[in-house]
């Protein structure tokens, strides 16, 4: 059998998307250790779970498949430091990648989703006339034909104006409106979006408390990645939650909505 045939064998035998979970409990800390002190100390013990995140984003690399990550423990037990330390340690490997990251800080409607794409295009929000910025942006990130319809629905997500009175971008804006028929525009502009992303480096898509999400947010990312188990796109979650609190919400999150549907 030739080597070419056993590449194909060993690829097909992982086309599934692989999914990791770490439970973290919390650790005793010196008298008076403040936030200030937990992020500047050295992360002692967490070397094996580092790693962990690490193997599984070389897997996404080496595959170019998505692969998902959750981190599930009380608050306080070093969730985010440990994140942020694999981060680190992929960026002195000199590894690239594009990191996407929503805190959940926003509630309502779409909230969490629109953080998300704040968080991506936060330079164009802050630039001096942001709809132009945004439309130079997202020309440079998808086809001529497409930027109109995608500046449109993230223009109006993460809340940037754009100029009125053209027929399409009404009719964009009217479909944005509805919850019975945006849902699906919406998560084929993910698909697009992440795609996209993808093409020019590896995507980690960090997302904290993901079972916190409003109830919109958390369908729409749910079907977005249900869709994009065939890109290199590691998916990391945080989720917070009491030592005998169930976790099943999240595990399902990021077990189910990346797996090839």
Do not use: W
């Not at 430091?81 to 960026?91: D, K, N, P």
């Amino acid at each position: 059998q030739s080597a070419e045939s056993h590449v194909s064998d060993r690829h097909r035998a992982e086309a599934r998307t692989s999914s990791m979970e770490i439970t973290l409990g919390l650790r005793n800390s010196p008298a008076g250790a403040g936030s200030a002190m937990f992020h500047s100390a050295p992360l002692i013990g967490r070397d094996t779970q580092v790693q962990r995140f690490l193997g599984a984003f070389r897997e996404v690399v080496y595959r170019g498949r998505a692969a998902s990550v959750l981190f599930h423990g009380p608050s306080g037990a070093g969730k985010s430091r440990l994140v942020a330390e694999a981060l680190v340690t992929l960026e002195k490997e000199g590894r690239p990648f594009r990191l996407l990251e929503c805190r959940g800080t926003q509630t309502g409607a779409l909230g969490y989703l629109a953080e998300l794409l704040r968080y991506r295009f936060k330079a164009e929000m802050a630039a001096e006339q942001p709809a132009r910025a945004l439309v130079a942006s997202l020309r440079e990130l998808v086809p001529t034909h497409e930027v109109v319809e995608v500046s449109v629905a993230v223009a109006v997500l993460v809340g940037i104006e754009l100029p009125g009175g053209h027929a399409s971008l009404m009719s964009l804006r009217e479909l944005l409106e509805d919850p019975a028929r945006r849902q699906p525009f919406i998560v084929d502009i993910l698909n697009r979006l992440f795609r996209r992303e993808t093409e020019r480096a590896p995507l980690i898509l960090r997302l904290h408390d993901p079972d916190a999400a409003d109830p919109e947010s958390r369908a729409i990312l749910a079907d977005a990645l249900g869709v994009l188990s065939d890109v290199p796109m590691l998916v990391v979650a945080e989720q917070e939650e009491a030592q005998r609190t169930d976790v099943s919400g999240p595990r399902r999150f990021v077990r189910s909505n990346t797996s090839p549907g």
